[in-house]
T-cell receptor, first 110, second 113 residues
Framework: AQRVTQPEKLLSVFKGAPVELKCNYS??????LFWYVQYSRQRLQLLLR??SRESIKGFTADLNKGETSFHLKKPFAQEEDSAMYYC????????????FGGGTRLMVKP | DTAVSQTPKYLVTQMGNDKSIKCEQN?????MYWYKQDSKKFLKIMFS???????INETVPNRFSPKSPDKAHLNLHINSLELGDSAVYFC????????????FGEGSWLTVV
């Protein structure tokens, strides 16, 4: 079975502060990990995926297989980063089904 | 616009009614999905279709019946609506294969009263 855990439902930081959104996963094979973002009342959008190892909007995430984690980080939060963030896992034996974590609401205060 | 589009965006209906949500994608994808987002913002897969064939059916009541007339469309029909069906339903699509990006529609806000 595959599972994704985001331990924080809400993360509130001030503008300019560093941000780390935690994500841990459980999967028996080699997973594909993603971060999706959902701005207020909008569709989910792919933010980044571990396989591409890129930085989007200043966010990065590193897959740590030893700790089974895929934390999302940004050194300086901006107000426009306020949104729901979902960590997701796709496994080869699950028909490309995405399993989502419970989501973390990030609030960036001015 | 290339996208995943779903209609209606908002739907308010009474308990016991039957309703449908339509979804279309013009991305050339072969796999489509329905996800449910509940009031606590949890997102859960409901169904997945590949080339019009059902490949994933999570533990969803059989009042929910997906229909895929072709690989660009995956409609969701719900019979005998219950209060607990109130949620946001997201359609999505991708190419088959683990790791391929899944693209989501804008969501359909269903409220059962």
């Amino acid at each position: 079975a595959q599972r994704v855990t985001q331990p924080e439902k809400l993360l509130s930081v001030f503008k300019g502060a560093p941000v780390e959104l935690k994500c841990n996963y459980s999967y028996s094979g080699s997973p594909e990990l993603f971060w999706y973002v959902q701005y207020s009342r909008q569709r989910l959008q792919l933010l980044l995926r571990h396989i591409s190892r890129e930085s989007i909007k200043g966010f990065t995430a590193d897959l740590n297989k030893g700790e089974t984690s895929f934390h999302l980080k940004k050194p300086f939060a901006q107000e426009e980063d306020s949104a729901m963030y979902y960590c997701a896992l796709s496994g080869r034996n699950a028909g490309n089904m995405l399993t989502f974590g419970g989501g973390t609401r990030l609030m960036v205060k001015p | 616009d290339t996208a995943v589009s779903q209609t209606p965006k908002y739907l308010v209906t009474q308990m016991g009614n039957d309703k449908s949500i339509k979804c279309e994608q013009n991305l050339g994808h072969d796999t489509m999905y329905w996800y449910k987002q509940d009031s606590k913002k949890f997102l859960k897969i409901m169904f997945s279709y590949n080339n019009k064939e059902l490949i994933i059916n999570e533990t969803v009541p059989n009042r929910f019946s997906p229909k895929s007339p072709d690989k660009a469309h995956l409609n969701l029909h719900i019979n005998s609506l219950e209060l607990g069906d109130s949620a946001v339903y997201f359609c999505a699509s991708s190419l088959k294969g683990a790791g391929n990006t899944i693209y989501f529609g804008e969501g359909s806000w269903l409220t059962v009263v």
